[in-house]
């Protein structure tokens, strides 16, 4: 299996930014697509944005301020977080795909791994 860890999340004021990284370890050579979703506290777990081979995948409430980035030699990848809103306020979780690929990098139910996570909460 794969192992997860989340860091970067913090307290930050609306229109600021931060950036999140997940480390894999262990068997990251079957890694297919790693992603980020989010859940927030009496909400359900929605996907943010995914990287699979170089290709990005965004949620739209995300698009044009977020920026999702891989270091494969490193098993890392980045979300880059621009003009922060209240509502991005959740825990962000990092989750990765194993050996095959798929066009459902939305769907929570298709990643085989995850992180424990990690607070985001913008202050208006």
């Avoid at 307290?11 to 262990?26: D, E, M």
């Avoid at 922060?84 to 306020?89: F, G, I, R, S, Y």
């Avoid at 825990?91 to 194993?98: K, P, Q």
Wanted: proline letters at 2%.
């Amino acid at each position: 299996q794969v192992r997860l860890v989340e860091s970067g999340g913090g307290l930050v004021q609306a229109g600021g930014s931060l950036t999140l990284s997940c480390a894999a370890s262990g068997r990251t050579g079957s890694m297919t697509v790693m992603g980020w979703f989010r859940q927030a506290p009496g909400k359900e777990r929605q996907f943010v944005a995914a990287w699979s081979g170089g290709r990005t995948y965004y949620a739209d409430s995300v698009k044009g301020r977020f920026t999702i980035s891989g270091d494969d030699a490193k098993n890392t990848v980045h979300l880059q977080m621009n003009n922060l809103k209240p509502e991005d306020t959740a825990v962000y979780l990092c989750a990765v795909r194993l050996f095959r690929g798929t066009i459902y990098y939305y769907r929570q139910d298709e990643y085989d791994s995850w992180g424990q996570g990690t607070q985001v909460t913008v202050s208006s």
